[in-house]
């Protein structure tokens, strides 16, 4: 079946340690996200890529890196910078649509991050 | 000012009734408009999304789009207490593989 595949489901990390969230979808989605979500908060959005080997700060990006080697691949490392990285964070993907309209995001189910 | 705006609520409604959930947006060139649901603990799932003037129903889930006041809103219509969720509004200003932006989210209590 088609869809986003993010893991792990659950990750500790220690002070001091980078940790990277894996993030894999096979729906030939030319976008991809990552969103960081709070306890009763909406969703934040840290980085966004549209193409390839390219990718764009979102809202909150500070203590955070992506890259965006594959289409379908788009990890997101938590850097020790990040300060208070305890969240859910969810990757989600969309396609093209040739009348320039914004089609609606599918999400993968989420990686719990948590502090050691 | 906020891009997306949402009642944090709670908004409880009884079994059966029609629930209603109301997102103001700030952006006067937004184009997009989609509604998810999520439930505590999971990862937004979509339910609906509108790109015209009006009404779009699909089943019991009715969203309408009023450009000029800059409004969207969710209808749920016989409302079941699987309803029960946080509903996400997220609204693009246009351009296909852009960003979205999403509001808080409304959270719906439907009691038997």
């Known amino acids: 079946d088609g869809g986003i595949t993010q893991s792990p489901k659950y990750l500790f990390r220690k002070e001091g340690q980078n940790v990277t969230l894996s993030c894999e979808q096979n729906l030939n989605h030319d976008a991809m996200y990552w969103y960081r979500q709070d306890p009763g908060q909406g969703l934040r959005l840290i980085y966004y890529?549209?193409?390839?080997?390219?990718?764009q700060k979102g809202d909150i990006a500070e203590g955070y890196s992506v890259s965006r080697e594959k289409k379908e691949s788009f990890p997101l490392t938590v850097t020790s910078a990040q300060k208070n990285p305890t969240a859910f964070y969810l990757c989600a993907s969309s396609g093209w649509d040739r009348r320039n309209l914004a089609q609606p995001q599918h999400f993968g189910d989420g990686t719990r991050l948590s502090i050691l | 000012q906020k891009e997306v705006e949402q009642n944090s609520g709670p908004l409880s409604v009884p079994e059966g009734a029609i629930a209603s959930l109301n997102c103001t947006y700030s952006?006067?060139?937004?184009?997009?408009f989609f509604w998810y649901r999520q439930y505590s603990g999971k990862s937004p799932e979509l339910i609906m999304f509108?790109?015209?003037?009006g009404d779009k129903e699909d089943g019991r889930f009715t969203a309408q789009l009023n450009k000029a006041s800059q409004y969207v809103s969710l209808l749920i219509r016989d409302s079941q207490p699987s309803d029960s969720a946080t509903y996400l509004c997220?609204?693009?200003?246009?351009?296909?593989?852009?960003?979205?932006?999403f509001g808080r989210g409304t959270q719906l209590t439907v009691w038997p």
């Open positions: 509108i790109y015209s003037n």
């Open positions: 997220a609204v693009s200003r246009g351009s296909t593989l852009g960003r979205l932006y």
């Open positions: 952006d006067r060139g937004s184009q997009s």
């Open positions: 890529s549209q193409i390839v080997n390219d990718f």
